[in-house]
């Protein structure tokens, strides 16, 4: 215990400038009752509070970077089934929920990729935006992730016809899927 105050070093100056880069305590307080006395109290006391603080932010962070809804992974375990279906398990693909104001205004999903680096991003119209419910809601969103998917699949075939292109990528969905989509 009488080392408590010296021996953090390097480890507390990171921590106190972490700490107060993310607003969670004021720099010069704790600075000030850190003073690095082996024997002072304060150093035992606020060494201790900082470890707990230390550890809240580590999870707190940890917690923040990796929470989804249950519907982001539902949708998520549905875009990876039908990526590794589409044969694009190479690629690197994320999936978000948007609001209807992010993506065209007759839309409900929309897809930006780079063919080169493999990389894309699908977005899912948000549930509250929608004009369904229930299964039928669940299910035109599994339609909307197999659509944009077959986008990034058939668009080095190139069709420069806007319409035409929705009409292969809407025919191909429905024959991947089985089945007819609600919207």
């Given at each position: 215990?009488a080392t408590r105050?010296?021996?953090?070093g390097a ?9 107060h880069?993310l ?9 000030t009752?850190f003073h690095?006395?082996s024997?002072?109290p304060?150093?035992?006391k606020?060494?201790?509070i900082?470890?707990?603080?230390a550890v809240?932010?580590i999870?707190?962070?940890?917690l ?10 539902r949708?998520?375990?549905q875009?990876?089934?039908w990526?590794?279906?589409l044969?694009?398990?190479?690629w690197?693909l994320?999936?978000k929920?948007v609001?209807q104001?992010?993506?065209?205004r007759?839309?409900?999903g929309?897809?930006e ?15 509250r ?8 809601l ?8 197999v659509?944009e998917?077959v986008?990034i699949?058939v668009?080095?075939l190139?069709?420069?016809?806007d319409g035409?292109?929705e009409k ?7 024959a991947l ?7």
């Amino acid at each position: 215990m009488a080392t408590r105050g010296r021996g953090w070093g390097a480890e507390r100056t990171l921590f106190l400038q972490q700490a107060h880069l993310l607003g969670h305590a004021p720099f010069g307080l704790i600075e000030t009752a850190f003073h690095g006395m082996s024997d002072c109290p304060v150093c035992v006391k606020y060494s201790t509070i900082l470890g707990m603080r230390a550890v809240c932010a580590i999870l707190f962070i940890a917690l923040g970077c990796s929470a989804t809804t249950p519907l982001e992974s539902r949708l998520d375990r549905q875009l990876k089934l039908w990526q590794k279906r589409l044969g694009l398990k190479e690629w690197n693909l994320a999936l978000k929920v948007v609001r209807q104001s992010e993506i065209d205004r007759n839309s409900w999903g929309a897809a930006e990729w780079d063919p080169v680096a493999k990389t894309g991003i699908i977005s899912v119209l948000d549930p509250r935006d929608y004009n369904l419910k229930g299964e039928d809601l669940r299910l035109d969103m599994e339609c909307t992730i197999v659509h944009e998917l077959v986008h990034i699949q058939v668009a080095p075939l190139g069709a420069r016809d806007d319409g035409q292109r929705e009409k292969v990528v809407n025919t191909i969905m429905g024959a991947l899927l089985n089945r007819p989509c609600p919207n």
